[in-house]
């Protein structure tokens, strides 16, 4: 991903300046397949990456494992924190005004990615519209079933004052016939 990204920031040197094989500084730690740092050429990235790898290696140092004051355990993963988080609120800004600039420069480009956007939502609202239809046709289908075979034509009570009791009748044995 850092490739993709070079050049952006001024002073970014082009891949492979970095030397390889120089082990990183004491405030620079060392990670698996990380290319360690030239002192004095950061960038924002840069820091960014730094103040992540140090947020990370602050919660599994052994130090810190070790340590039996965990106010200073607690107190020294905050400042590593608070650091990340300014510079990611740094690299935020810098791409806000980058993009304040190309609304500027280039207005239709970001008219263009608008009505790219607007199309793109309008796109995933329809496919939930119809997924929604779908399940609703399959819930009717369900209901009408459901209805139709709690009633069938021959329960259907006989229309009149009667009707129930004529239909609880026609349920019930035949009396027995009285010899006479």
């Keep these: ?25 004491p405030a620079q730690p060392s990670f698996p397949g990380t290319v360690p740092r030239v002192q004095g050429s950061n960038t924002l990235v840069d820091e960014l990456e730094a103040s992540f790898e140090a947020c990370f290696s602050s919660l599994v140092s ?15 993963v905050d400042q590593c924190i608070q650091k990340f988080l300014d510079v990611a609120r740094q ?23 608008d009505v790219s956007d607007l199309r793109n939502e309008l796109q995933r609202k329809e496919l ?24 069938k034509p021959t329960d259907l009570p006989p229309p009149g004052p009667l009707a129930f009791l004529e239909q609880a009748s026609a349920s019930l044995p035949p009396a027995p016939l009285k010899p006479s």
Aim: glycine share 10%; with cysteine; hydrophobic share 30%.
């Design 91 to 113: 690299t935020e800004c810098f791409f806000l005004q980058k993009r304040l600039q190309l609304s500027v420069q280039k207005p239709e480009q970001v008219l263009k990615e």
């Design 128 to 151: 939930l519209v119809q997924k929604h239809l779908a399940k609703l046709h399959h819930w009717q289908q369900v209901l009408e079933d459901v209805s139709g075979q709690h009633r």
């Design 62 to 76: 052994q130090d810190y494992v070790n340590g039996t004051d965990q106010e200073e355990i607690r107190t020294g």
């Design 1 to 25: 991903m850092a490739s993709s990204i070079n050049g952006i920031f001024p002073g970014q040197q082009p891949p492979g300046a970095h030397p390889v094989g120089v082990p990183p500084g």
